[in-house]
């Protein structure tokens, strides 16, 4: 009866561990997809930009999201791009074609800065 009950346990006990593996396998892929996807994506939070240095490939595309309660824009330093003001949860994207360095800023807050360095 003993055998029994401590068989039992130690089968609940490997049932556990391999559903934890399982489980934290599965969250792990989603994690690494969402990741993924929001490589490109700058917030705009405590006005700040975050990151504030970003490092992409030619071609690729920049999100930037506000999550702040005050409206802000982004503009680039050259004048290449300009958004409109984003209100919070609005959000604004921008296809980087040519290598270089962009700074970016808002144009309401002037103080907000950031980089995008385009390989």
Known sequence: ML???????????????????????ALASVFTVAQAQDANVVTIRNFMF???????KAGSAVTWKNL????HTVVSE?????SSALDQGDTYQ????????????C???????????VQ
Do not use: C, W
Not at 68 to 71: L, N, V
Not at 78 to 82: E, I, P, S, V
Not at 107 to 117: D, E, L
């Open 78 to 82: 050259t004048g290449l791009f300009r």
């Open 50 to 56: 975050s990151p504030m240095s970003l490092n992409i």
């Open 68 to 71: 702040d309660s005050e409206p």
């Open 3 to 25: 055998s029994t009950i401590i068989q039992s346990a130690f089968a609940i006990s490997i049932g556990r561990a391999m559903l934890k593996a399982m489980l934290m396998a």
């Open 107 to 117: 144009g309401i807050h002037p103080h907000m800065k950031a980089t995008v360095t």
């Open 94 to 105: 921008f296809r980087f074609e040519k290598p270089g360095v962009y700074t970016i800023f």
